[in-house]
């Protein structure tokens, strides 16, 4: 079955201390994005990268970092430098579309970071 | 700015009362606008794109309209399982981007 996977589900993260979540598709998507959702607030856009060796900051991209090595893969890290990195991460891909842009994107599972 | 605004942020519903979810939106350029609902604690499921107003799409209960300032989300006699938070995004011409609305919580009772 073609989709998204993340992992982990849940992940607990010391002061001090960098994270790396994972994002893995099989959908043959060119773009891949990064959010953070926490509640009451909308899906925030923190790295998405359209084509292998290449990404672009999102919104809140300070604290954080990415690549982009593989067409399949672009692994999250918080960094220490996150000052508050307690959220729901989503991982999400699209397919170009041929007039420009991209058609809908379909999501992962989702993180929950904790920091302890 | 472009910016999307959904109302109402929470709905309780009877089991069969129909109602609609709105989403307000202003880009420069609309590309596409986007339906998904969401369960505690999962990632978004897609539901609908709408690329241009008098758009229409279908699904089971659900039915999602377009105009040139804004997006209904149409639910015809909801069940308990239709309970979930939909969110609402748009993409501006342009842009690889999509801006995201807070979401409304619908509530469906049995």
């Known amino acids: 079955d073609g989709g998204i996977t993340q992992s982990p589900k849940y992940l607990f993260r010391k002061e001090g201390q960098n994270v790396t979540l994972s994002c893995e598709q099989n959908?043959?998507?060119?773009?891949m994005y990064w959010y953070r959702q926490d509640p009451g607030q909308g899906l925030r856009l923190i790295y998405y990268?359209?084509?292998?060796?290449d990404f672009q900051k999102g919104d809140i991209a300070e604290g954080y970092s990415v690549s982009r090595e593989k067409k399949e893969s672009f692994p999250l890290t918080v960094t220490s430098a996150q000052k508050n990195p307690t959220a729901f991460y989503l991982c999400?891909?699209?397919?170009?579309w041929g007039r420009g842009g991209y058609n809908e994107q379909f999501f992962g599972p989702g993180t929950r970071l904790t920091v302890l | 700015e472009d910016q999307v605004t959904q109302s109402p942020e929470a709905l309780r519903l009877q089991e069969g009362e129909s109602s609609s979810l709105n989403c307000s939106y202003t880009?420069?350029?609309?590309?596409?606008l986007f339906w998904y609902r969401q369960d505690p604690g999962k990632g978004p499921e897609f539901l609908f794109t709408?690329?241009?107003a008098g758009e229409e799409k279908e699904k089971e209960r659900l039915k999602a309209t377009l105009t040139k300032k804004e997006s209904f989300l149409h639910i015809t006699a909801p069940k308990p399982e239709d309970s979930a938070t939909y969110l609402c995004a748009v993409q501006a011409s342009g842009t690889y981007k999509y801006i995201f609305g807070t979401g409304t919580r619908l509530k469906v009772l049995a």
């Open positions: 959908l043959n998507h060119d773009a």
């Open positions: 990268s359209q084509i292998v060796n």
């Open positions: 709408l690329y241009s």
């Open positions: 999400a891909s699209s397919m170009e």
């Open positions: 880009v420069s350029g609309l590309r596409g």
